[in-house]
């Protein structure tokens, strides 16, 4: 049975940097250290997939890539590859508490191509020999090429030689186009040594890193375009349903995601071997592995290729515990994380204990009626408390939004006071809670209202930016989550 413990969320982008975005440099190394003192034995991270239309980090160019705007660039300063004047005189945003990403996805590349050209002298050869190592990244590494030749555009809009990965038409390719290619190579080469120092630095002090994956891919990725075979797509290559969730507490009109959904037919077929690479390769990122939408794997939502909402689609089942069988049976039982919310129906929490992975609770959802679900006394132990998430409100905002019943709900239950803070009552709360496991966001410990939101479910454009400000590590703040732990039992 898991051991009584707490985490923060807090995504890699949303630490503090000179570069315009979070990444595996010192700050990285110092919220470890922070982690360690306030005996915090966990660290959840959001997807770190390499970002796409959106900035989400949900919508990824593949399922196995690392995003490069987390690559820090005084290694590369340190080598030599990289001057720290040209560095500082280029715009990655200016913003220190939000994300410019267009100015990362303009500059921060330009930064790295030059780095790679002055680090191949010495790193063609490794890059040569990862590359034939790693059998996702071969596809993964031709794909973004051909996406830069092609200015960007979808593999969707390839002429039909390359879309269709005409074997001709793509070593043509290779053969003119070995440095492109290689520098894609060097890009993943470095986003994993630098992840691999800080997650051996942050297990070498207790820490363990809960990473996330999106159940789905996104339609324009290395892996739809390698295997078509794996997705529902028509004679154009073109998904003919797409995946999402009807409305619920999120949004009036559901969530149209857009990304394809699988053909489980055929992963079946082939014993699942996608989904095993796939989780085989996560967990040589994390030590555990929160798979987002998991009841999607007993019914998915599955709505036209076309439609401009969520609200017009069908419950089509899914594979449930075969893939999970198929998975244990391939390399062992993994501590995998089930995100249960949403529409949850008898079948999925089934499904869900036969697994035996913990779900989630989250307090924000707990006082909507007498005995909500996500009240603290029906959290069962196998379980992760959340007090917010990055698809919700921040505590703060939920509270300058919540309902007269549900505040009163809350105050009574919760013995909510001015003096404490609401926030922190509600910190409390979730730290009480019965489930093994509980985990702030860090815009909950410091109090912050919505501005500090990291997503709004439903809609493109201002999401995923929010970024701590350097000083954020205060003595108080240590102290405070340090007694917390300490007081309800969920010591490092």
Do not use: C
């Amino acid at each position: 049975m898991n051991k009584r413990a707490s985490g923060i969320l807090m995504h890699i982008s949303s630490l503090p940097s000179q570069y315009g975005i979070g990444d595996f440099g010192m700050s990285a190394y110092q919220f470890v250290d922070f982690l360690k003192e306030t005996q915090t034995k966990y660290w959840q991270v959001l997807p770190m997939g390499i970002t796409s239309y959106g900035d989400s980090p949900y919508q990824s160019f593949s399922a196995f890539a690392g995003n490069p705007y987390f690559i820090d660039l005084d290694e590369f300063i340190d080598k030599g590859w990289l001057d720290q004047d040209e560095v500082d005189n280029t715009n990655l945003g200016d913003n220190p508490v939000a994300v410019d990403y267009a100015a990362l996805y303009y500059n921060k590349y330009p930064l790295l191509r030059k780095a790679f050209k002055n680090a191949l002298p010495e790193v063609e050869s490794k890059l040569n020999q990862v590359l034939k190592d790693e059998d996702w990244l071969h596809d993964f590494a031709l794909f973004m090429a051909l996406k830069d030749y092609h200015d960007g555009r979808s593999w969707q809009e390839w002429s039909d030689d390359f879309k269709r990965r005409d074997k001709r038409a793509l070593e043509s390719f290779e053969s003119s186009h070995q440095e492109d290619i290689l520098f894609w190579v060097f890009t993943q080469y470095f986003f994993k040594t630098q992840w691999d120092a800080l997650k051996h630095y942050a297990n070498s002090a207790g820490i363990y890193i809960i990473g996330d994956i999106p159940i789905y891919v996104a339609v324009d990725s290395s892996d739809v375009w390698a295997d078509p075979k794996y997705y529902k797509l028509d004679e154009n290559l073109a998904p003919t349903v797409v995946a999402g969730v009807p409305p619920d507490l999120m949004s009036d009109y559901g969530q149209l995601w857009g990304n394809p959904i699988y053909d489980w037919d055929v992963h079946e077929a082939d014993g699942f071997k996608w989904w095993i690479k796939r989780i085989e390769e996560s967990f040589k990122l994390y030590d555990s592995v929160r798979i987002d939408h998991f009841r999607g794997f007993e019914a998915y939502w599955q709505i036209p290729f076309g439609n401009e909402t969520a609200v017009e689609g069908e419950w089509v089942k899914g594979p449930a515990n075969r893939l999970f069988h198929a998975i244990n049976n391939a390399i062992g039982e993994k501590d995998i994380l089930a995100e249960d919310l949403g529409y949850i129906t008898t079948e999925v929490h089934k499904m869900i204990e036969e697994t035996g992975y913990p779900g989630m609770n989250v307090m924000q959802f707990g006082f909507g009626g007498d005995d909500a679900e996500f009240a603290p006394h029906n959290h069962q132990y196998n379980s992760i408390a959340y007090t917010s998430n990055h698809d919700t409100m921040t505590m703060e905002g939920w509270l300058l939004q919540a309902n007269t019943d549900e505040l009163r709900r809350a105050k009574d239950y919760l013995n909510l006071t001015l003096n404490e803070g609401y926030t922190n009552g509600f910190i409390r709360g979730t730290y009480a809670s019965h489930s093994y496991l509980a985990i702030i966001p860090m815009q909950d410990w410091m109090n912050l209202n919505d501005e500090a939101r990291m997503n709004e479910p439903s809609t493109v454009g201002g999401n995923w930016m929010w970024r701590v400000e350097s000083d954020y590590i205060t003595d108080e703040m240590t102290e405070k989550i340090k007694n917390m732990n300490q007081i309800f039992g969920r010591i490092l």
